[in-house]
Nanobody
Framework: VQLQASGGGLVQPGGSLGLSCVAS????????MAWFRQAPGKQRELVAS???????NYADSVKGRFAISRDNAKNTLYLQMNSLVPEDTAVYYC?????????WGQGTLVTVSS
């Protein structure tokens, strides 16, 4: 499984940004996809996840502001981020889970600053 994330950048507080992650390879084996983030000096944390069955979960810190979605026809995972705050600044990673492994994309930097 290969994951290619894109869409990061610089955005002002209160702004919006969308991330994309294209999956390729043995994608039929993936049962869950997720977005993680890692801020400078902090541990990587789960932001949002989406199962093949459509169940979605969010970190408390992003509930009501972020939305995870999938386009299975395009093998693409999305993260729409609204009402961004400086604390959302981090490298964002997409991840795919199979029964035996977890796969990571390369990360895309999101900076929220005025």
């Amino acid at each position: 499984v290969q994951l290619q994330a894109s869409g990061g950048g610089l955005v002002q507080p209160g702004g919006s940004l969308g991330l994309s992650c294209v999956a390729s390879g043995r994608i039929f084996s993936i049962y869950l996809m997720a977005w993680f983030r890692q801020a400078p000096g902090k541990q990587r944390e789960l932001v949002a996840s989406s199962t093949n069955g459509g169940t979605k979960n969010y970190a408390d810190s992003v509930k009501g502001r972020f939305a995870i979605s999938r386009d299975n026809a395009k093998n693409t995972l999305y993260l729409q981020m609204n009402s961004l705050v400086p604390e959302d600044t981090a490298v964002y990673y997409c991840s795919g889970f199979t029964s035996g492994s977890q796969y990571w994309g390369q990360g895309t930097l999101v900076t929220v600053s005025s």
